[in-house]
C-alpha cells in the first residue's frame, strides 16, 4: 500500500502537469478541495480541505514552437480528526512547496516534446527541513498525431521519482482523441477525461479525481496506543465526477470539480513502515477555483 500511494500522488502530479502545462496557458491560478469526513475505525471522523496557490512565468524561445516555464506553488491542508484526539501534538496544518522548471520544443516527423523537473517539499514545518527529506519528480513526453485528420494523438514517455523506491523511470501511455469540434475525449496512463464544449466559454465533462499528499513531519511523534514513532502521512483519494470550466472574461476561468470518493487512503507511518491506518467511508469531493490566463 505504500508505494501504492506515492504511485497514486505521482499520477496526481502528472496528470496535472499534463493538463494544464502542457496544454493551457495558465498564468496564476488559485484552488479549494474539501473532502467531507469518513469514519475510521481508529476513532477519527477525519475530512480533508487544501488552498492551492501557483504562478506561472513562460518564456517564448528563438525557434518557433519552442518554449519553457517555471512555475511555482504554495498549498496549505487541513485536516480535521473529528473528536477524537490520535496523538498528542499539532498534526492539523501542512505546507507544501514545489518549483517546476519545464521546456517543450516541436520535433521532426511531427513529433512536440515536453519535459520538466519539479522538486518539492510538503511538512507541517515545525522545525528544520532536511536535504533528503527533498522530492524529486521529473517527465519527458513526446507527442504526435497518429492520422490522417490529426484528431488523434499518441502521448508517449517516462516519468521518475526518489520516493517511489523504483530504480527505473516509469512509462507514460496516453491518446487523446477529438472526434469532433464539441468532443474530446484522453485515456490511457495517466490521464482520463471526457470533455464537450458545449460552447466558446463553456467546457463541462467527467473525470478521474486523484488527490494525494506526502507530509513529512519535522519532529518525530508517538501516535496513541502505539510505541512506534510516525515521521510522515501519507493521504490518497480517488474519486470520479463531472467538472465544468466556465470562462468569465478573455483570460479568466472559473472551474467546479465536484464527485464521489471510490477508495480513501490516510496513513501514519514511521518510513515506509505503517503505524496507523485509518479506514475512511467514502464521501463527497468538491474542488473549486479560478485560473487567469496569459
Not at 127 to 146: H, Q, R, V, W, Y
Not at 250 to 257: A, M, Y
Amino acid at each position: 500500500m505504500h508505494k501504492k500511494l506515492i504511485l497514486l500522488s505521482i499520477v496526481f502530479f502528472i496528470t496535472s502537469y499534463v493538463a494544464q502545462a502542457q496544454f493551457n496557458k495558465e498564468r496564476y491560478g488559485a484552488d479549494y478541495t474539501f473532502i467531507g469526513k469518513g469514519n475510521s475505525d481508529e476513532g477519527g471522523d477525519v475530512s480533508f480541505e487544501k488552498y492551492d496557490f501557483r504562478i506561472t512565468f513562460p518564456k517564448k524561445l528563438k525557434n518557433p514552437g519552442s518554449r519553457l516555464f517555471h512555475k511555482f506553488e504554495y498549498a496549505k491542508t487541513n485536516i480535521d480528526y473529528g473528536t477524537t484526539p490520535i496523538v498528542d501534538a499539532e498534526l492539523e496544518s501542512f505546507h507544501s512547496i514545489s518549483y517546476t522548471f519545464g521546456f517543450a520544443k516541436p520535433l521532426k516527423n511531427g513529433w512536440y516534446f515536453n519535459a520538466f523537473i519539479s522538486p518539492s517539499v510538503a511538512s507541517n514545518f515545525e522545525s528544520s527541513i532536511n536535504f533528503d527529506e527533498l522530492n524529486l519528480f521529473g517527465m519527458a513526453l513526446f507527442t504526435k498525431p497518429i492520422n490522417k485528420q490529426k484528431n488523434l494523438m499518441l502521448s508517449l514517455g517516462a516519468l521518475y521519482s526518489n520516493s517511489l523506491g523504483f530504480p527505473a523511470p516509469l512509462p507514460v501511455v496516453s491518446l487523446m482523441w477529438k472526434p469532433n469540434n464539441k468532443w474530446t475525449i484522453n485515456f490511457g496512463f495517466p490521464r482520463f477525461d471526457i470533455n464537450y464544449k458545449a460552447s466558446e466559454s463553456t467546457l463541462i465533462g467527467t473525470n478521474l479525481i486523484l488527490a494525494g499528499e506526502n507530509f513529512t513531519l519535522t519532529d518525530d511523534i508517538v501516535a496513541d496506543g502505539s510505541d512506534q514513532k510516525v515521521d510522515n502521512i501519507r493521504m490518497m483519494n480517488v474519486a470520479v465526477g463531472l467538472f465544468l470550466n466556465q470562462k468569465i472574461t478573455k483570460k479568466i476561468s472559473l472551474n467546479v470539480n465536484s464527485g464521489y470518493t471510490l477508495t480513501r487512503n490516510f496513513e501514519f507511518n514511521d518510513g515506509s513502515d505503517k503505524v496507523v491506518d485509518f479506514d475512511l467511508d467514502n464521501n463527497l469531493y468538491i474542488k473549486a477555483g479560478f485560473s487567469i490566463g496569459l
